[in-house]
């Protein structure tokens, strides 16, 4: 979230942004004081707008965008003991592996979450630059505000019932191949542990918009680690070494080699991603962003790029018919109306360069 | 053939905790002094407890018998096996009898049974070594806590006959509970289970269900959003994206 603040001095200028509240120093011939002040300085007054809406803007998009997705992983993580609750006699017995708990948060979703922070752009730098009004949602604090982070949290609560009661469902007569038992309370843990790894990875997959190798890397990389883990917690070496450590020893293996196991896993994953992918494919459908279209353009090709405000005002205002100010009435505005449709013209011609314009002072022209 | 029980919490977390897997390993020292998780169940009557805790107290004793009365009237005892019904990682790695499997009196010694039990573990299975003490069968489902209130644990198998002779022939038939163990008191109810076995288990009727119900929203949620897509993809081309 940021909003610009100028200050006009014959000396030096200085723009300030809030949230993060940095300090910008454009160093220039009358003196390096704004700079030794300043978080980031560079020499010319272009630099800042690469600064602001590039960056600043994408920092604020992977802001909330993280912010978003950790608060919806840790609901989704620890709701499930809620809802266990009412059937374990409210005794907060956990429904996870005890080693799960204390690595869900270190190793298993950490570093995908990282790389979407640090990586992700929404548009390109060159769109980010041509629609500078794509800032607009940072100043408006649009993108994590109040009712995002109550989507958020139903996200959240509802991942976390399917979760649970999936397998709940599933595991009330569910027996092994051979017919021995498994519905005991390891093996619900490690299903749904796994049900769970699965989603949240599958979610910040769908999440990213920018996939580079390190997000490739961080997030397949956690689900083969979560996995290895997983089997090697749970074998025979560890158990010999730390028995009363790892009582969870032999669960995976005898439960992840199940068939109705997978399945239940899959039923569970598809359930819970599904509806999220189809809301925000609706979203971007009926009530497209302009983020949504310029990333669709961007897809697509440079054919939306040629839509601008055609000649239809110079035709109904009668001026290319006749030099005359009698047929005034299509005409925008009241006085000096010969200038003004090419005013108009040039004005959404250079568009791009309002926003400098106003950086370096010039009046500010609004359509 | 299967027992189960209603109403019975075994997933509770006071309850989950109280056992000592260092004892049921054969660990010699964890033996002599369990761990102190099994409190109360942790000694009796002056000495250890083996196994202590719980959830090994309150092991599940009944005895049930099935037989077939055929044409003549005569009562036949289906067999029913007893080994094979745990896990073989619980069997061989997480369950051992202290000192081996023979001599298990003299391995015990020292030692008292649980409060609720009438035999000390020892004397779970005389007749097999390979069934007694700590790695006894039933003792090792009963002590892999269930996750719900209501559970069905594998109590025997009934070996499936070969060639074309029924396992089961249809008639009449006589179930024999030796009711040793008390649900009334927490309003808990026990059932006897038989069931068949396939690559996806017993009878789950609820994963088929759910996939078909899943399967069918996924494909008109497909159909549903192909054809909004198709109507506002032609809406969008023509909109104009603001300088």
Not at chain 1, 148 to 154: N, P, R, W
Not at chain 1, 204 to 226: K, Q
Not at chain 1, 228 to 252: E, N, R, W
């Amino acid at each position: 979230m940021a909003y610009l603040k100028f200050q006009r001095s014959a000396i030096h200028s200085a723009v300030s942004s809030s949230a993060a509240h940095i300090g910008v120093g454009i160093s220039g011939q009358e003196g390096m004081q704004a700079v030794l002040a300043s978080d980031y300085s560079f020499a010319q007054f272009r630099y800042l707008r690469r600064l602001l809406l590039v960056h600043g803007r994408w920092s604020y998009f992977r802001m909330c965008n993280f912010l978003w997705y950790f608060f919806y992983k840790n609901f989704a993580f620890t709701l499930v003991h809620f809802w266990y609750g009412f059937f374990c006699g409210f005794s907060a017995q956990t429904v996870y592996d005890q080693w799960f708990i204390t690595l869900f948060n270190i190793v298993y979703t950490s570093l995908p979450v990282l790389a979407m922070g640090l990586f992700d752009q929404d548009v390109s730098d060159q769109n980010s630059l041509h629609y500078p009004s794509l800032y607009k949602p940072g100043q408006q604090n649009l993108f994590f505000n109040k009712r995002q982070f109550f989507l958020c949290t139903l996200q959240g609560v509802s991942t976390s019932s399917l979760l649970f009661f999936i397998p709940y469902a599933a595991f009330s007569v569910m027996v092994k191949e051979d017919g021995s038992y498994i519905s005991d309370q390891q093996v619900f843990a490690v299903t749904i542990a796994t049900s769970l790894v699965i989603v949240v990875t599958v979610q910040i997959g769908l999440d990213t918009h920018y996939w580079t190798v390190v997000n490739h890397f961080f997030v397949w990389g956690s689900l083969i680690v979560y996995f290895a883990i997983l089997f090697a917690m749970q074998s025979d070496g560890m158990f010999g070494i730390f028995t009363s450590s790892f009582p969870f020893v032999g669960t995976a293996r005898n439960c992840l080699s199940e068939k109705s196991v997978w399945l239940v896993i899959l039923l569970t994953s598809v359930v819970c991603v599904v509806p999220g992918m189809a809301v925000s494919f609706l979203r971007v459908e009926l009530f497209p962003t302009l983020t949504d279209k310029v990333q669709t353009s961007s897809h697509r090709s440079a054919y939306a790029f040629s839509h601008q405000q055609g000649y239809g005002e110079l035709i109904t205002s009668g001026k290319n018919m006749k030099m005359s100010t009698a047929s005034s009435t299509g005409s925008p505005g009241g006085t000096p109306q010969s200038s003004t449709w090419i005013e108009n013209m040039l004005k959404r011609k250079n568009a791009v360069s309002c926003v400098s314009d106003e950086i370096t002072g010039a009046p500010a022209k609004t359509d | 053939m299967y027992y189960g029980l209603s109403n019975f919490y075994q997933n509770h977390r006071r309850y989950v905790k109280s056992r000592d897997d260092s004892q049921l390993n054969g660990d010699r020292s964890a033996l002599t002094s369990p761990s102190k998780e099994c409190e109360p169940y942790r000694t009796g009557e002056g000495s250890p407890i083996a196994p202590c805790g719980a959830i090994a107290n309150s092991l599940f004793n009944d005895t049930l018998q099935l037989y077939h009365i055929d044409s003549n009237g005569t009562f036949n005892e289906i067999p029913l096996v007893k080994k094979g019904i745990a896990w073989w990682t619980d069997k061989h790695v997480k369950f051992r009898n202290p000192g081996g499997n023979n001599n298990l009196t003299v391995a015990f010694q020292g030692t008292s049974k649980p409060v609720n039990w009438r035999k000390p573990v020892f004397e779970l299975d005389p007749e097999d070594p390979e069934n007694n003490g700590f790695i006894n069968e039933d003792f090792i489902v009963w002590m892999r806590t269930a996750a719900l209130p209501t559970f069905r644990k594998l109590y025997r198998i009934i070996q499936k006959k070969p060639s074309t002779t029924p396992t089961l022939p249809s008639g009449k038939y006589v179930l024999n509970v030796t009711y040793n163990y008390p649900v009334l008191s927490f309003d808990g109810r026990k059932r006897m289970i038989l069931s068949t076995i396939s690559w996806m288990g017993g009878k789950n009727p609820f994963l088929g269900i759910a996939y078909i119900t899943v399967g069918s929203i996924c494909f008109f949620l497909g159909v549903v959003l192909l054809i909004i897509h198709h109507k506002y993809d032609n809406r969008n081309n023509s909109a104009d994206i603001p300088n």
